[in-house]
């Protein structure tokens, strides 16, 4: 079974610096998609990025990037030039490439991330 | 992308009563997902819902307890019934991404019913 771990509950960046949020999982599969959910207090998840394993290259979206290490199986989340509405909980989440009408997207626990002014 | 509204954005219930969730889509789709975000903490998959058959439940939860519907392509709703407190939570419900008949993976969320029991 899949597994997604986020090591980080809660995390303070101040504005215009830099953060990485970590997320670690566990799978036996070598296709997968992997993403960084955003939710802001009382307002819609929306994705952040998405990176499908099979590409080397790491996946950027304006100022958020991530790290993915394959082998290590490490997908970090990169923040770079910190605003005050990115302020919002993070949640990293995996779910198999070619997969069956059962497969779901699994979700860490989340990352809680504030900025300070 | 899919614009999904959601129906109460938030309410407050009294302890035994039953509530139902409203979500519409802009754009027909062939699965919609119930999810369950208790405070402060991850999202849960309630049920997978798909229109013209019984949806599909995930360990732990019920159709008597969740029951759902799915009359169209657009539609469905989640009732929450017979309430106790453990039940307050955000409920949300969210459709698949497709490209070109492709599932890209992604998930779009509605904006979440917000219910609290006393």
């Known amino acids: 079974a899949q597994t997604v771990t986020q090591s980080q509950p809660e995390m303070s960046v101040q504005e215009a610096e830099t953060v990485t949020l970590s997320c670690t999982y566990d799978?036996?599969?070598?296709?997968?998609?992997l993403f960084w959910y955003k939710q802001p207090p009382s307002r819609q998840m929306i994705l952040v990025i998405r990176q499908e394993a099979y590409k080397q290259q790491n996946a950027t979206e304006n100022r958020f990037s991530v790290n993915f290490q394959k082998a290590a199986k490490s997908f970090s989340l990169k923040i770079s030039d910190s605003q005050l509405g990115d302020a919002a909980m993070y949640f990293c989440?995996?779910?198999?490439?070619?997969?069956?009408?059962?497969?779901?997207?699994?979700f860490g626990k989340g990352t809680r991330l504030h900025i300070l002014p | 992308s899919a614009v999904i509204s959601q129906k109460p954005s938030r309410d407050i219930c009294q302890r035994g009563t039953s509530l139902t969730i409203q979500c519409q889509v802009d754009?027909?789709?062939?699965?919609m997902f119930w999810y369950r975000q208790q405070p402060g903490q991850s999202l849960t998959l309630i049920a997978t819902a798909n229109q013209g058959s019984e949806a599909t439940y995930e360990s732990g939860f019920v159709i008597d307890k969740f029951p759902i519907s799915r009359p169209n392509l657009t539609f469905s709703t989640l009732t929450v019934s017979n309430m106790s407190p453990e039940d307050s939570s955000i409920y949300l419900c969210s459709v698949e991404d497709y490209r070109d008949k492709f599932n890209t993976g992604e998930l779009f969320f509605g904006e979440g019913s917000r219910l609290t029991v006393l």
């Open positions: 754009s027909q789709v062939t699965m």
């Open positions: 989440a995996f779910k198999r490439l070619k997969g069956n009408r059962d497969d779901k997207i699994i």
């Open positions: 799978t036996s599969e070598s296709d997968y998609y």
